[in-house]
């Protein structure tokens, strides 16, 4: 399984974890969580990819599966 890549991703925009959040419509621990590997809903998979400016098609770069 490969490593989850939303925090350098979000960094490389420069966005704060509380920036994405807002932008995604989480709370910054649930994208604290997701950085740190743990498993999340589809639902929630899809937020962070729009707010990151991403396709869906681009979840496995990111989500690592």
């Not at 621990?29 to 937020?47: Q, S, V, W, Y």
């Amino acid at each position: 399984m490969k490593k989850c890549e939303v925090k350098n991703f979000r960094e490389s925009l420069l966005l704060s974890k509380a920036e994405l959040a807002r932008k995604a419509g989480l709370s910054p621990l649930t994208i604290d969580r997701i950085e740190k590997g743990k498993t999340c809903r589809p639902e929630t998979k899809r937020k962070v990819l729009i707010a990151l400016g991403l396709k869906l098609t681009d979840r496995e770069k990111i989500f690592g599966n």
